[in-house]
């Protein structure tokens, strides 16, 4: 499992290099990935490269998402194709994580500390 | 501070210490945060990473420098294989007991019909199998009272357990919780309960009764280990025992007879959806099953189940209990129960037994049960039948049933299955103390249709005194041969309620079809896949050749997608249960005829049924439980059976766009 971890103003994004995210690479994915958005205020996860993911790639995506929370921080996603999309809304996990088109809006929403998530 | 190095981070270590040090690779500890070797320039802000999670390290390299990420990476799987040979050991045996400790608890309890009359002497059971579970267990079961209080009502450890405020410890806080709890460590998560003074991990699940906690059973062990879901499990089977015996012996004592006589409605029909009925299997390939099931006010004893023996056989029971009320429900209960024992052909360890005939298995029930039956002054009708796909036959054992229905679609014709073996007819479970059963064997052929069912089908009333009778059920057979098997028991329903109107309906309604569905699709390709990394995209890559492989490409982009999701899930829930992330081989197969594509998966790992998996929440606070749900909302059918010579077989089924049925 490969990404690129870099700080755009206040936003640490992290792009997903590999073209999967599923069984064989989530627990691995959220235990690096845990380590670089504990405590971050603002993150976004490019999954421009992710053509699909299944069921452990979205609990591993719930659990950043309920750590970054948890210490009053957000996380946006940008980029999900359609097998991504699909399975997101298949576990109903659309009305929980906040989307965006592209790399350029998901930053320009944080600039403006858009409100990561309507409850 | 020193750190204390797991098998591979020492072989890492070692692999890493030749390296020169200018060269700017950083190798971290995830959990401790630690420099395994820390990079020359210190952290940098914009680097590249890859993570190996199980292994615990995360590399990183300035962004861009590729090669140097893949020499750590080769350096990460060295040191993984040189410490993967320290760490092959044990703990292979002890998930195969799994299934088999859960089952044979509740054959135990729940197949003595003597145990369900006498409370203590079941709850002494139920405890029993709980410390069972592992030499050195002790436990207790409690009960909680009026006054908020608990006190211990059966306990095995030297001392009895003493009285106490039910808010109190562990048990306190499986009341309040209301779900299972493990600890495994010392000293936190328990109180100052005096019996656990030396435990070092304790395990408590609640008995619940109508949604309250009324309970709980505790055990612990003062030994190091630790307690896991396994425990879990049977620990929760054994509650829900518990709970039966204990609301049983609550009706008894219960003085208003109103008051009883409703709690006994809800008990039975609680009683009926779990232990009498169950599921239904969506399909079993050539068959179509369809079942109805509904419980009268009183309830009335009636049963069903179906047992999978793989390649092609397939066993329903249907039985009736004389007699009404709880006590012929429990009856109910504890006979199927037995059925269900002397039909499986799983034994302890996840082995497989060879598959006994219907007449031995009818025999052999008739051993376990007949005494206890006498007894009690009850008996049970029942009829057992083996479908065989591959030899078209239908074989059965009619126990003084009503007689079975069989539509042949050759003739158009509805036989009444009441041949009498040998010239005799085989007596009711319980009539007598020695008896013979004898089976008869009947062909079939596609499009033919079974229906079994109760009496109380027949013996629905007009409001003119007049019954229902088995000409009108044939008739109904009849006109619904071509339905689906499900639509045609709804069908037969539907005309029972019509013909009884205002009278309404005063026994159980039950009743099974099972619809010969034809020839079964064909094996057109096939994958072995191990358990490596990749193989999961392997399966994905399959299944897409699969897709633009039949003809006239009835799936598109979007349901590829779908079967993609669904495949995924299907194989990484093979790698993770069957062979627990472990080495193992999956074998895909895909079929297909003219109106479904079938995908079977075959493994050769511990038994591991996916349907019993809990449903997932979807509020977010759980990352699990998804595949499960995910493949079921994408399938028609997805269905387990553990075939011969202790193969795993899951089936999932998707009915192309525009041939859905139902």
């Known amino acids: 499992m490969r990404y690129v971890c870099e700080t755009v103003g206040t936003t640490t994004v992290v792009t997903l290099l590999d073209d999967a995210l599923d069984a064989q690479n989530s627990k691995e994915f959220r235990r690096s990935v845990e380590a670089e958005v504990r405590d971050k205020e603002s993150v976004l996860f490019d999954l421009q490269h992710v053509r699909f993911m299944d069921s452990s790639g979205l609990g591993a995506v719930l659990s950043c998402l309920r750590l970054i929370e948890g210490g009053g921080g957000g996380l946006r996603l940008c980029e999900l194709g359609p097998e991504v999309r699909k399975a997101i809304e298949l576990v109903r996990m659309d009305r929980l994580l906040d989307v965006y088109r592209n790399r350029a809006e998901a930053l320009a929403a944080a600039r403006d500390g858009a409100p990561t998530l309507e409850t | ?662």
């Not at chain 2, 023996?309 to 429900?329: E, T």
């Not at chain 2, 059976?641 to 766009?657: A, H, I, S, Y």
Request: charged share 25%; proline share 6%; hydrophobic share 40%.
């Open chain 2, 1 to 662: 501070m020193t750190l204390t190095l797991t098998p591979f981070q020492r072989a890492l270590e070692n692999l890493l210490s030749p390296l020169p040090p200018h060269l700017p690779l950083g190798v971290r500890l995830r959990d401790s945060g630690a420099w395994l070797r820390e990079p020359p320039h210190g952290a940098e802000l914009n680097r590249m990473c890859a993570g190996n999670g199980s292994l615990g390290v995360t590399l990183c390299v300035p962004a861009g420098s590729e090669a140097l990420l893949d020499l750590g990476e080769s350096l990460v799987a060295a040191a993984a294989q040189l410490a993967e040979l320290e760490e092959q050991r044990e703990g292979l045996c002890e998930e195969l007991a799994t299934s088999y400790e859960s089952l044979s608890a509740v054959f135990d309890i729940g197949g003595d019909p003597a145990l369900l009359l006498s409370p203590a002497r079941a709850l002494a059971k139920v405890l029993d199998h709980a410390v069972a579970f592992e030499p050195g267990i002790e436990g207790a079961i409690w009960l909680a009272k009026s006054d908020d209080t608990i006190e211990p009502t059966q306990w095995r450890t030297p001392e009895p357990p003493v009285p106490r405020d039910r808010g109190h410890g562990i048990v306190g806080r499986v009341l309040r919780e209301r779900r299972g709890i493990i600890v495994n460590s010392r000293g936190s998560g328990w109180g100052e309960e005096p019996e656990l003074r030396s435990a070092r991990r304790v395990a408590a699940a609640p008995l619940l009764a109508r949604g309250e906690a009324k309970g709980a059973l505790v055990v612990w062990h003062a030994g190091h280990g630790s307690f896991d879901s396994r425990l879990m499990g049977l620990l929760t089977t054994l509650c829900s025992q518990a709970a039966l015996i204990l609301e049983q012996e609550r009706l008894r004592v219960e003085a208003v007879a109103g008051e009883k006589l409703r709690r006994e409605i809800e008990i039975g029909s609680n009683i009926q959806q779990v232990l009498l009925l169950g599921r239904t299997p969506a399909d079993v390939t050539g068959l179509e099953i369809g079942t109805l099931a509904r419980a009268s006010r009183q309830v009335d004893g009636d049963f069903f189940g179906f047992f999978h023996h793989g390649n092609g056989v397939f066993d329903i029971v249907l039985g009736d209990v004389m007699g009404k009320g709880i006590p012929a429900a429990l009856v109910g209960a504890a006979v199927k129960s037995q059925f269900q024992r002397f039909a499986s052909t799983t034994g302890p360890a996840g082995r497989k037994l060879p598959c006994a005939e219907p007449a031995e298995i009818v025999a052999a029930v008739h051993d376990q049960v007949s005494e206890t039956l006498i007894e009690l002054g009850r008996f049970v009708t029942a009829i057992y039948a083996r479908f065989d796909v591959n030899r078209g036959t239908m074989t059965y054992v009619d126990c003084g049933h009503t007689d079975a229905l069989h539509h042949r679609a050759d003739v158009r014709k509805v036989d009444l299955l009441h041949t009498k073996p040998q010239g005799r007819t085989n007596l009711p479970l319980g009539f007598a103390r020695e008896t013979r059963y004898e089976q008869v064997t009947v062909p079939f052929g596609p499009g033919d249709t079974f229906l079994f069912y109760s009496d109380g089908l027949t013996e629905a009333r007009a409001p003119g005194g007049t019954f229902f009778g088995v000409d009108a059920v044939a008739s109904a057979l009849a006109r619904g041969k071509d339905q689906r098997a499900q639509a045609l028991v709804d069908r037969i329903c539907g005309e029972v309620e019509r013909f009884s109107g205002s009278v309404g309906i005063h026994d159980d309604l039950t009743c099974i079809a099972v619809r010969v569905t034809g020839k079964p699709p064909a094996c057109r390709l096939a994958l072995e896949v191990e358990n490596v990394p990749g193989s999961l995209a392997q399966v994905r890559r399959f299944v897409s050749e699969v897709s633009s492989a039949i003809p006239g490409c009835p799936f598109h982009d979007e349901h590829v997608a779908e079967l993609h999701l669904a495949l995924t899930e299907a194989a990484s829930n093979v790698f993770d249960h069957a062979y627990h992330g472990g080495a193992g081989t999956l074998r895909l197969e895909a079929l297909w005829n003219e109106s479904e594509l079938r995908f079977r998966l075959l493994d050769r790992g511990t038994a591991f049924d996916p349907a019993m998996a809990k449903p997932p929440r979807f509020d977010g606070t759980t990352d699990g439980g998804f595949g499960v749900y995910i493949i079921r909302e994408i399938m028609d059918v997805f269905d387990y059976t553990r075939g011969d010579g202790g193969t795993n077989v899951l089936e999932l089924v998707k009915r192309f766009p525009g041939k859905e049925g139902r």
